[in-house]
């Protein structure tokens, strides 16, 4: 991975305190003068947030002075953040500023000549001398003075401080004062000079506090250039722990989540840790062995003195603010970079004996770490002292404890390291009572539970090596299944052969809940390959689950027939199915079960168009999937269920919180695409200046050797919508014409008709283009880079050609049905995407090409079922995409109002508007409708459009008869409220269970639309307007 830069230029997460920040200046510019003391630990970014702020003032009336302190002690340069401003006041401007009062000033500035003679008994009339100077500028234009560090000023510059602030009060200043926290230690002289200086009217402490993970992910995919991997993020979450200055010195380094500490960054950190007594430094090294966080009675156990010898030591270390208390009553390293470099200074044999130590202190009395923890902590702790026997028994009993907390990441860990030390321990199988075979079985499961699916693939194939299928086929039956699955899932292949390979064994072995319930997941898997099996096999597990007479095998059964039955039969008739598994498996405390079987209910009911039902059914699901340690794979696709269902109800700031939370986890292989997909869709409605990453991202998976119909068919109609983003008809056609040929879309109604509607548009939006008359949003519009965002993606998964063919792993023959239909849809031409510009250049071929899409979309759409609202509403949108018309864009508006969607009713809206173009004040209405949805969305692109489209008709753009109470959405006049009650960003968040970066991002939008610089100013509109009186 390469780094872009390797200091940031974009300030991130600031949001909140940038306006603390304007709004102070808007009280000085109103002549009310203010002093804004700004806190935080080294390298969080308080100096950049202060030169983001200055930087924002380019070109507006403010004079701009700073100055640093030096860190020179309490004896150190008198004024020295004094005499810098006046130096930059003095070359930007002149000594003519000073009014002639050079030989005064000069006491400040030795520059300026020999100094007048003023004895030191007279340090008042200099106060004095400055008060006046600095009230003399402030009366001309706001002054904003920056005296940075002041946790290193001297007592002369503290007391000019404190008269600039209490005695001197010059009407339009804006002090701003930066000072690191952790530098004052219980006598520092800042300490009561702060508490002193806030009890002033018109000072205001603010904090900059450490940014979170949502921070972290932003700020490092502007170091990197792109948006880092979920893994990279929660490394460098953890080790950062949100200091800005250490996520840049991280990712500088050729991987951001490697285990070295780069060696300048490490200098810096042990520079503290050398200044201390070697007493402190003893204690520091014994602290690091034991982790970030340690209680006192272990460190003292370990550190082997006596208490008073230990409790001086500790005391220096915390003085020296590298080590404080945490609530638990012990200590915690102020920064987990630092443990980590101290840990890493230890030498070999200092290593080895303090882990031993830990062990041993921790086995002797468990209670000495928090409660569960203590399997794990000595198991860490022989490991890393080398007793290899010690190391591997432990392990594994760490690992059984974690299957009981369903902790199965961490489980995956220690069994990974089992694994490892088993060739290093020869009596490892009388250790542990267990057998190699047994242990990479329960390794593979759990990589798998914990979404790790190529180390779930090694350890599969290896234990099928170790195995002998006939004397144990329901084991090979289940590893196999298992494999075929894991294929599947990375997309590496369909699985069929492991599939059949494990039907054959399961047929022939004896009858058992273990062979019912793998006999149910190979008819799962042969739905996707050969549906005319799939009925016999299910009998066999119905015989079977009655044999048992086994309720929880029964539930098991049932919700495995409804995924079988999913996409094969209708809807209306899977849902009482699953249902009533789902009940059973709710009443029987059945996490795993419960988890799973709402997948499918919420899917089912999204696709019958009871939205709210889908997502609280989705909803429901996701804290069952955590409690059994599922959260990364069954709890993403809830979580993608739950956002798709959001985002049919409207509620897309809501979508995007859920897609972000699936982002975190960090799906495996083609688990990522549900999320993947439905966030490159959100975007490209937004149009966020981020799509094409999202798109790339997505759509690059159509390059896997094997991709399941529905989720091949997701790829293909984004691809459509990427070109029809950039204006771009040829391509949007080109990706129209290979989703409509691929071989899976009659058998996938709800995934088809998607792709047919998108289609259609593609085919109306060529015709547009080719008569000179294209009012989409993308073809009035193109956003940066829009062109770039379907080249990118369409490059990016198939090797760096232009705009590829989708490179698909279709069943027998299919790649040949796709090429020969698209040959024969061009009257023999190739016109695959890859040449197909040049071979649809002539006016007649491209007409051609156009209207062949268009009789390949009707010839579809006519063999398709038309039963639930979203079928019926896409249905009709095809035949007036296709025919056009007053009457089919009105049928369309009526079927999509009723399917309920509204991003794709505001669409409708505005080619309904297009279409009744005759008539200004029908189109009037359905263009204001659209303004009104597409705002409240926060579809800009739409939005855009639709404005556009009313300037095209002369009618009067929606905005200018938009009532006051509609600026805002829903959601806004919520954070408006909350704002108007004084509440922060991260107190807004709170309340609303959404993130501190979204509540930002949506008080920016409330400033902007309301036409008003702050908070305060925008709670003053919406009392006066009436805004928040319902």
């Not at 006049?973 to 991002?1001: D, M, Y």
Request: some cysteine; proline content about 5%; charged content about 25%.
């Amino acid at each position: 991975m390469t780094t872009g830069s390797s200091h940031s230029e974009i300030l991130v997460a600031r949001e909140g305190e940038l306006a603390t920040l304007h709004e102070a200046l808007r009280r000085v510019r109103g002549g009310e003068p203010a002093v804004l003391l700004v806190g935080g630990e080294a390298g969080v970014g308080k100096t950049r947030l202060v030169e983001e702020f200055t930087r924002r003032l380019a070109g507006e009336p403010v004079r701009v002075l700073t100055g640093h302190c030096l860190e020179l002690g309490e004896e150190g340069l008198p004024f020295a953040p004094f005499a810098a401003a006046l130096r930059e006041l003095v070359r930007d401007e002149g000594r003519a500023v000073l009014q002639g009062r050079e030989a005064d000033f000069a006491r400040l500035l030795p520059e300026l000549g020999p100094p007048s003679e003023l004895g030191e008994t007279h340090r008042g009339l200099l106060f004095e001398l400055v008060g006046s100077l600095v009230a003399r500028l402030s009366a001309e234009r706001p002054l904003l003075l920056v005296l940075e560090d002041l946790h290193w000023a001297d007592r002369s510059t503290r007391d000019l401080i404190g008269f600039l602030v209490r005695s001197a009060r010059a009407p339009r200043l804006m002090l701003l004062a930066t000072y690191r926290t952790d530098e004052l230690h219980r006598g520092h002289p800042l300490r009561p000079f702060v508490a002193e200086l806030e009890r002033v009217r018109g000072v205001q402490r603010l904090e900059v506090d450490r940014l979170d993970r949502e921070g972290t992910a932003e700020l490092l995919g502007h170091l990197l250039g792109g948006e880092p991997e979920p893994q990279t993020v929660d490394v460098v979450t953890r080790r950062a722990q949100g200091i800005p200055f250490f996520i840049e010195q991280l990712a500088a380094g050729a991987d951001p989540a490697c285990a070295d500490i780069p060696e300048t960054l490490r200098d810096l950190l042990l520079a503290r840790v050398d200044l201390m007594p070697e007493a402190a430094q003893r204690m520091l090294r014994v602290a690091a062995v034991g982790g970030t966080r340690i209680g006192h009675e272990l460190i003292a156990r370990v550190a082997g003195v006596d208490e008073l010898t230990c409790e001086s030591a500790l005391r220096v270390v915390v003085a020296g603010q590298l080590i404080v208390f945490d609530p638990d009553g012990g200590y915690e390293f102020r920064h987990a970079l630092v443990r980590e470099a101290v840990h890493d200074d230890l030498l070999p044999g200092e290593h080895v004996r303090l882990h031993a130590r830990y062990a041993e202190a921790i086995e002797a009395d468990p209670q000495l770490v928090p409660a569960g923890r203590a399997p794990a902590e000595i198991a860490h702790h022989w490991h890393a002292a080398n007793n290899h026997p010690r190391a591997l028994v432990t392990a594994k009993r760490a690992a059984d404890e974690a299957c009981r907390r369903f902790a199965f990441a961490e489980q995956a860990r220690l069994l990974d390291r089992v694994l490892e030390l088993w060739e290093q321990v020869p009596e490892a199988a009388e250790l542990l009572g267990t057998c190699h075979l047994d242990l990479l079985e329960e390794a593979a499961l759990v990589a798998i539970e914990s979404g790790e699916l190529h180390r779930a693939l090694s350890l599969t194939r290896a234990a099928l090596g170790d195995l002998d299928a006939a004397a144990e086929p329901v084991r090979a039956g289940r590893l196999l299944v298992r494999r075929a699955k894991l294929l599947r899932t990375a997309g590496k292949s369909d699985g069929f052969a492991e599939t059949k390979e494990a039907y054959r064994l399961l047929t022939e072995a004896p009858d058992g809940r273990d062979r019912a319930e793998l006999l149910g997941e190979v008819a799962y898997l042969f739905a996707s390959m050969d549906g005319d099996e799939v009925e016999r096999i299910w009998e066999q597990v119905r015989a079977a689950v009655d044999r048992l007479g086994d309720a929880s095998a029964r539930v098991y059964a049932e919700i495995t027939k409804g995924q079988v039955c999913a996409g094969w039969v209708p809807a209306a008739d899977g849902l009482p199915i699953l249902v009533r598994a789902v009940d059973e498996a709710r009443a029987g405390g059945d996490d795993q079960a419960l988890s799973h079987g709402l997948v499918n209910v919420s899917d089912v009911l999204f696709e019958l168009g009871r939205y709210a039902e889908s997502a609280a059914a989705a909803a429901e699901g996701v804290p069952h999937a955590s409690r059994y340690g599922v959260s990364r794979t069954t709890g993403v696709y809830l979580l993608a269920n739950q956002a798709e269902a959001l985002i049919a109800l409207g509620r897309w700031d809501e979508a995007e919180a859920r897609l972000a939370e699936a982002g975190r986890q960090d799906p495996p292989g083609l688990m990522a695409l549900p999320w993947l997909r439905l966030r490159a869709r959100l975007r490209l409605a937004r149009g966020h200046a981020r799509a094409e990453q999202a798109l790339t991202r997505a759509t690059g998976m159509l390059g896997k050797p094997y991709v399941p119909c529905e989720k091949r068919l997701w790829m293909l109609e984004l691809r459509v919508l990427a070109a029809l983003a950039a204006g771009d008809a040829p391509a949007a056609v080109a990706a129209a014409r290979l989703a409509v040929v691929d071989p899976g879309l009659p058998d996938r109604p709800r995934y088809a008709w998607q792709v047919l509607a998108t289609a259609a548009r593609a085919v109306s939006f060529a015709r547009e283009s080719a008569g000179g008359r294209s009012l989409s949003a993308a073809s009035l519009r193109e956003p940066a880079g829009g062109r770039d965002v379907l080249a990118a993606s369409l490059r990016e998964s198939a090797g760096g050609r232009d705009v590829p063919a989708a490179p698909l792993r279709e069943p027998a023959g299919g790649r040949d049905v796709l090429a020969a239909s698209l040959r024969e849809s061009a009257g023999g031409r190739d016109v695959s995407a890859a040449g197909g510009r040049e071979s649809l250049s002539g006016p007649g071929a491209w007409s051609d090409v156009v209207e062949q899409l268009a009789e390949r979309v009707r010839a579809i759409a006519a063999r398709l079922p038309r039963r639930y609202p979203a079928e019926l509403a896409a249905g009709a949108q095809v035949e007036a995409e296709l025919d056009g018309g007053v009457e089919r864009w009105t049928a369309a508006v009526a079927a999509r109002r009723v399917d309920g969607p509204p991003f794709e009713l505001a669409t409708a809206l505005l080619r309904s508007a297009e279409a009744q173009a005759a008539d200004r004040s029908a189109a009037a209405a359905a263009l204001a409708e659209a303004t009104g949805i597409a705002t409240e969305l926060g579809a800009v692109p739409l939005r855009e459009a639709a404005e556009t489209l009313a300037r095209r008709l002369g009618v009067r753009p929606a905005a200018a008869e938009t009532a006051a109470e509609e600026v805002l959405t829903a959601r806004e006049r919520e954070v408006l409220r909350l704002v108007a009650e004084g509440l922060s960003n991260g107190q807004i968040a709170q309340r609303l269970f959404i993130s501190p970066k979204t509540a930002s991002v949506h008080v920016s939008r409330i400033i902007a639309k309301l036409a008003v610089t702050n908070r305060v100013e925008a709670a003053a509109v919406a009392h006066r307007l009436h805004l928040l009186d319902t």
